[in-house]
């Protein structure tokens, strides 16, 4: 089922995610594939069930819903194969369980998704596998910290919160040449605007909660891994007992559909603000890697198709106070965690539990996810948050 067309092969990611994963001809002529809900699946005789041999053999193990947004992404991505769990956590440590055992190391970026960094610090650390974190922007350096017992180096580029984007290639040559698998956390990109396995990546893991769903109303996570992974990340997939819901899964492989659309709009309302927000008084600068004054703006341009739609503002001095000042005064932008969805949101980035990427920063990060709202009222609704903030300087 992996596409309604057999030369699809070719065509623009943009084309595969309206068209992959989908045989309208093989349903009745209906546009999109029907949901199949279900635990138990019925075998014709014994001898079938004996063997398990029929395509489906029960529902946490697969189902034609689930098959068509794995092959779907897969696809898309231009992975091996690709499996779905119950949110992008899931596909987080489902991922990196697979691939490590009691006394391994694994080299974990400083500036990772911070429920990655608690999975690490508690849950690795009991099952005795040690992690070491990096500097995001360490690039080929990171051969310094390869132990004899490091088993994955995991990336996530750019860091969801302060935007560094990493040297995917130089990283995947290390990895590469130490024999190491290459763990990247794709999310912020969409497999639309990042192509992990033609950088060097083994293992792509993305929250589809997050632009694929696109409407705040689903929890789902994708691991899609080359080849010579597929098979070691697939068991892991099973015997974790990693699964995701099929009115879930559908919800995904419709909100994929209009993924590309939505996400040109986010790009560029995004972009828009970014660069006005540079000039408002208030702010030390914006870390978005779009903008040719972030730092890793080159590398961005060389790897990335296109920007989505969060990125961090660095207010131009002061604290919390002047943060939550600024949160607390916009209509508009709602005060949540999260991101992808077609609202504007906003959050106060937590740096503490850095070690390396930490700053220093003139003043509190305020993250901005820029949803698909007029440009103008939410410029206005951030300049009613910039003067919140600067109200508070003045009187503190
Ligand atoms: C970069 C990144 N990875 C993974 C996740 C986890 O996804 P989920 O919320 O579906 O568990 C998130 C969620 O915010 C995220 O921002």
Redesign the pocket.
Known sequence: MSSDKKSSRNRAPATKAVHSGRAPHDNFGFVNPPVYRGSTVLFPTVEKLWKRDQAYTYGRSGTPTITALEEALAEIEGGAATALTG??????STAIVAFVKAGDHILMLDSV?Q??RKFCDHMLARLGVETTYYDPLIGAGIAELVRPNTRLIFT?SPG?QTFEVQDIPAIARVAAERDLWLLM?N??ATPLYFRPFDHGVDVS?H????YPAGHSDV???TVSANAACWERLHEGFLTLGACAAPDDVYQVLRGLRTMGVRLERHEQSTLEIARWLEQQPGVACVLHPGLESHPGHALWKRDFTGSSGIFSVVLDGGGQKQAHAFLDALEIFGLG???GGYESLAVHVYLGDRTIAKGPYEGPLIRLQIGLEDVADIKADITRGLKAASAVQVTA
């Open positions: 949110s992008g956590y899931q596909a987080v998704y429920p990655t996530e969801s956390d999310t912020w893991i929250a589809a909660t997050k929890l789902l996570g965690y999260s991101w």
